[in-house]
């Protein structure tokens, strides 16, 4: 699932004033949803009305949300609320208190719509996991810069030719040159963020690498203690 480290395009204050539009107080939430019975089922009938809350401002917020129609957002609001759902009770434990409950649970509501959008936008396109494209220099920039992006373009198209693995290149491609997101570069190549993040890590060390070897980079400079 998405992360709360995730960037979340909403500001603090528009979050907590969303958020705190639900009557019941803060205090009773978490009680309420560890509860059993009726007292549950409210709750959680509650919890899942302030997600869908959240759902459906953010997919409204997204700049290509249109191009989805109503009853597409609808439904991917309702899927996203389901899931934050899940996952809001699933870490009932971790809520520290440090803000409001709504607000904290709000979160999940807008990472989960985010995420959803984004599947359902890419849902049908092709991602093309062989192509490297070359960057375009600027007609605005002089014919030196121009032969300089030229060249630095040439010399990470030969990296990642020579210093990845099949693996990393494609990795590599469809994150960096292509902006496949990655929650729908996961589910093409049946893999997890993680597993994504980790092969974009080293495919990144490696490249610079090859860079800094061709005089393009700067070195990294060299831990304290590394040759002890």
Known sequence: MPTSSEAVAVSVPELVRLAAEDPLPDAEWVPRLCAA???RDDAVAR?????????????????????LGYAVREEIAH???????V???????????????????????I???????????????????????????????????????????????EAMATVLTAHQRTIATALLIDQVPIDVLADRL??????????????????????ADQGLLPRPAARKGADR
């Open 190 to 211: 049946g893999t997890t963020r993680g597993a994504l993040y980790k092969t974009l890590h080293e495919a990144r060390r490696r490249l610079r690498a090859a860079l």
């Open 111 to 157: 990472l989960h719509a985010g995420v959803e959008a984004k599947r359902t936008l890419w849902n049908g396109r092709e991602v093309d996991l062989d192509g490297i494209a070359e960057p375009a220099a600027s007609a605005a920039h002089g014919v030196e810069s121009r032969v300089e992006a030229r060249d630095t373009a040439r010399a990470v198209g």
């Open 79 to 85: 899927s996203a609320a389901d899931e934050a759902v």
């Open 37 to 39: 019975g009726p007292v």
């Open 47 to 67: 919890l899942h009305a302030l997600l869908l809350r959240a759902a459906r401002h953010q997919i409204a917020r997204l700049p290509q949300g249109d191009r």
């Open 87 to 109: 996952s809001v009770l699933g870490r009932l434990d971790s809520f520290e208190g440090r803000s409001r409950f709504t607000t904290w649970a709000f979160k999940f509501g």
